[in-house]
């Protein structure tokens, strides 16, 4: 059964910065590009990034290209978002996806349950 | 950026009928097309992809079909646990961009 568990979520003060983990099984997880997308209280699903396999190719939106950065550990079976210069906007749940294929060219099948975070002083 | 907009924003329909959401590309995305279906308090559940293959373990009472800039979501039969917000994804090209959402209610 796949599983996906995110980590890391929580309370920060802006401009700072945060971690965020996604831990999978259930699957191979190298085989498979992964991403996040989040969703602000009470609004809809923006894709944020993606990364393919091997982690050799990374895309990120332009909301957050220069303060966040997607990586995967493959010996972990790990997804990881380090998120810096938070802004009030960044305030969301994010949620980690498995795609259907190696590139992230195949959409999204299976989703974790999400992780806070909140940006405020 | 590819926009995609779905129609309507809201529904409201009753326990048996058949609804249709439209989703639509601004500029031809081929089938790269997912559909979700999200509930209050709940993740996103991955319904459709390639615009018309239904995921494992997603009835067939869903449907999707279209091509191009052109796509429709089918519910049929709606039952009570189907009332939530469907959003369409494309994934022809980078940024994966989602659709408004459509969030179909009880009449």
């Known amino acids: 059964e796949v599983q996906l568990v995110e980590s890391g979520g929580g309370l920060v003060q802006p401009g700072g910065s945060l971690r965020l983990s996604c831990a999978a099984s259930g699957f191979t997880f190298s085989s498979y590009a992964m991403s996040w997308v989040r969703q602000a209280p009470g609004k809809g699903l923006e894709w944020v990034s993606a990364i393919s396999g091997s982690g050799g190719i990374t895309y990120h939106a332009d909301s957050v290209k220069g303060r966040f950065t997607i990586s995967r550990d493959n010996s972990k079976n790990t997804l990881y978002l380090q998120m810096n210069s938070l802004r009030a906007e960044d305030t969301a749940v994010y949620y980690c996806?498995?795609?259907?294929?190696?590139?992230?060219?195949?959409?999204?099948?299976?989703w974790g349950q999400g992780t806070l975070v909140t940006v405020s002083s | 950026d590819i926009q995609m907009t779905q129609s309507p924003s809201s529904l409201s329909a009753s326990v048996g009928d058949r609804v249709t959401i439209t989703c639509r590309a601004s500029q031809g995305i081929s089938n790269y097309l997912a559909w979700f279906q999200q509930k209050p308090g709940k993740a996103p559940k991955s319904l459709i992809y390639a615009a018309s293959s239904l995921q494992s373990g997603v009835p067939s009472k869903f449907s999707g079909s279209g091509s191009g800039t052109d796509f429709t979501l089918t519910i049929s039969s709606l039952q009570p646990e189907d009332f939530a917000t469907y959003y369409c994804q494309q994934y022809n090209s980078f940024p994966h961009t989602f659709g408004q959402g459509t969030k179909l209610e009880i009449k």
């Open positions: 996806a498995k795609d259907l294929n190696y590139y992230g060219s195949g959409g999204s099948d299976f």
